[in-house]
């Protein structure tokens, strides 16, 4: 049985046809299920899904008690997926439920783990280079092999979903824990669209909310930036004095001006700042882990036996 996972927050405008488009390419599947985890929607889409799913054995309806945020969305759906393959996909209908079929071939040819890669969005130019720039970045970072451009639309073997989703780490960034869990995987590309209706849920905030838990997620790298950013002012500020000595003593040139004193005091406040506040998101992670609090709460659950 193949499981799909479909995260709605809002999608009044684009759930019928969402709903329509996910049926007729079902017909491709197979035995197969369907979850929306409606993440705490206040228009009509879990009316609209929840109807839906009186009528359709295939279809079900998790419903959160509030915004939790699309990582924790993906994670319920995981959790309660049966299925011996499980396909995450957004409901904004970016992207295309047509390609489904192509990652169940994959499947079944014996790769554990099909990532939809975006060769091309349809997106501003100022949108796509962040984009770009936090997957080259996460990649070149992290300790683990992170695909470059692919997001959390993909299917995943039984065997790596109950990996997954025995990780119980509270900040979820579902695309690195995947990789994480290793096995043999591929990637099929595709040209992400534009949103089928209404607007966007990833604000400026939440993108870099969620490149952040990327970053400290699986790598140790900004910390270490304290001690490459020590050691270089360090070494300059040995240069400098050596220099400052050298002149004294031969051409009798005192530096003075406190300008450049000042420059150099508040660029090493600036440093100092900027480290602080990176070792601050990690305390920040460790905090949240300890609280031990869900990843969501279920307010009501539809099509479930």
């Known amino acids: 049985m193949i499981s799909i996972v479909v995260p709605v927050y809002n999608e009044e405008k ?8 996910l049926k007729e390419e079902g017909k491709k599947w197979g035995d197969h299920e ?16 929840g109807d839906a799913a009186a009528s359709d054995k295939t279809l079900r309806l998790i419903s959160f008690s509030r915004n939790f945020g699309h990582q924790a969305a993906v994670s319920a759906g995981l959790e309660h997926a049966k299925g011996d393959a499980v396909v995450v996909i957004d409901g904004d209908l ?10 169940i071939k994959k499947w079944r040819e014996g790769y554990k783990v099909i990532y939809a890669v975006r060769k091309n ?3 501003n130019v100022i949108k796509k280079f962040f984009y770009a720039l936090f997957y080259r970045l996460l990649k070149s970072i992290s300790k683990i092999d992170i695909p470059l451009d692919a997001g959390d ?8 979903i109950d990996i997954v989703v025995s990780l119980r780490e509270k900040n979820r960034f579902v695309r690195g824990l995947r990789s994480w869990a290793g096995f043999s995987s591929v990637g099929v590309p595709y040209e992400r669209q534009v949103r089928a209706g209404g607007e966007t849920k990833y604000s400026l905030r939440k993108l870099i909310h969620l490149a952040v838990d990327g970053f400290t997620g699986f790598s140790s790298f900004p910390l270490k930036i304290s001690e490459y950013l020590g050691f270089g002012v360090a070494f300059l500020s040995f240069i400098a004095g050596i220099t400052v000595f050298v002149l004294k003593l031969t051409v009798g040139v005192d530096v003075q001006g406190w300008t450049s004193l000042a420059i150099i005091v508040f660029f090493v406040g600036g440093v100092q700042l900027f ?25 009501k659950k539809i099509g479930f036996e």
């Open 14 to 21: 684009t759930a019928p046809l969402l709903l329509a488009r």
């Open 34 to 49: 369907i979850f929306f985890i409606d993440d705490g929607s206040f228009d009509t889409t879990a009316k609209i899904i």
């Open 121 to 123: 969005r349809k997106e």
């Open 275 to 299: 480290l602080m506040g990176v070792m601050g998101e990690y305390i920040a992670r460790i905090y949240t882990e300890v609280q031990n609090r869900p990843v969501y709460i279920i307010k």
């Open 153 to 160: 639309f993909s299917l995943m073997d039984r065997e790596v």
């Open 94 to 103: 970016q992207d295309p439920p047509e390609l489904i079929v192509e990652f």
